[in-house]
């Protein structure tokens, strides 16, 4: 898939098929977030990669919009540092990680979906990340079912008039 492509294409899936993600393709997804932008390259991020359905299906308690997790293949926990570290700004670096990893799986053919942690302590003692890590986001990945990957031709957004703003508001 060409990188227009993969933007186009990419969409929340939560509801996934029952086949495996080769580990190959994880692990380029996984280097997509590894190589994506990041602020004085400070590279904030670690990831956890989960293929384990027991623990995807106890990790979609962890949050409020995660349940798709139980029906994914695989996901990868992006953790961060502590919200009040000296920087105060990884949620950007974190963001452009997520980014990266979903249309690395949208190239792919992988469906993916992001959703944030509210259980932060169900998510530490599941995954045995450090005391000193709270940014914790999850991205689902898998087949979607029903319905492959393809150019979205009219997404639901906002039109295009209406959002970009040139020189000014």
């Known amino acids: ?4 492509e993969a933007i186009t294409s990419r969409r929340n899936v939560r509801s996934f098929d029952d086949r495996p993600v080769p580990a190959a393709d994880l692990d380029q997804i996984l280097e997509a977030g590894r190589r994506s932008p990041s602020s004085q390259n400070w590279q904030p991020w670690d990831f956890i990669l989960v ?3 027991g623990q995807l299906r106890e990790l ?5 919009g995660a349940g798709h997790l139980a029906g994914a293949a695989a996901a990868i926990v992006v953790i961060g540092p502590a ?7 990884a949620q950007f670096d974190l963001g452009q990680a997520v980014m ?4 690395a799986a949208a190239d ?3 469906g993916s979906c992001h959703a944030g942690v509210a259980d932060l302590p169900l998510a530490r003692e599941l995954l ?3 005391a000193d890590r709270d940014w914790v986001l999850f991205v689902s990945l898998g087949y979607p079912a029903g319905r492959p990957l393809a150019p979205i031709r ?3 957004r906002r039109p295009f008039e209406e959002v970009v703003h040139r020189g000014r508001w």
């Open 108 to 110: 792919l053919g992988v």
């Open 60 to 64: 979609a308690k962890a949050g409020p």
């Open 1 to 4: 898939m060409q990188t227009w």
């Open 154 to 156: 009219h997404p639901d």
């Open 100 to 103: 990266a990893i979903t249309l």
């Open 51 to 53: 293929t384990e359905a």
């Open 128 to 130: 045995g990340f450090p």
């Open 83 to 89: 919200r009040d570290n000296r920087f105060r700004r």
